[in-house]
């Protein structure tokens, strides 16, 4: 059984700092990760993407030089490292993991949308005021 667990959301003031943290089990071979985010309103956009075991990082812009996302393998949890935080951060952050080969290339290439095709957590939420 497949299960992704986010956790780490909060409230905090702008320029604050959060880490995100994504605990997978009953997940084998992971090759891809990334944390996706939703606003009300909004539509689910990706924030960062993580191509696992060559520590290829891509970020969207609007979170650029402020989060990092990173994994530790022995743990098989991946976090999101944020700093910085602006009011226009909030919203639900979930995050995602795939093992397949074909959709984390094109993951490891920019496309975020390969990244939806995988496995989900439920979403941890961060709000910024």
């Known amino acids: 059984h497949v299960q992704l667990v986010e956790s780490g959301g909060g409230s905090v003031q702008a320029g604050g700092s959060l880490r995100l943290s994504c605990a997978a089990s009953?997940?084998?071979?992971?090759?891809?990760m990334g944390w996706f985010r939703q606003a009300p309103g909004k539509e689910r956009e990706g924030v960062a993407s993580?191509?696992?075991?060559?520590?290829?990082?891509r970020y969207d812009d609007s979170v650029k030089g402020r989060f990092s996302i990173t994994r530790d393998d022995d743990k098989d949890t991946m976090y999101l490292h944020m700093i910085d935080l602006r009011p226009e951060d909030t919203a639900m952050y979930y995050c995602?993991?795939?093992?397949?080969?074909?959709?984390?290339?094109?993951?490891?290439?920019?496309?975020?949308?390969?990244?939806?095709?995988?496995?989900w957590g439920q979403g941890t939420q961060v709000t910024v005021s």
């Open positions: 995602a993991a795939d093992r397949d080969l074909g959709r984390c290339l094109a993951v490891r290439g920019g496309s975020w949308s390969s990244l939806t095709q995988g496995y």
């Open positions: 009953g997940f084998t071979h992971t090759r891809c």
């Open positions: 993580i191509y696992v075991g060559y520590g290829n990082a």
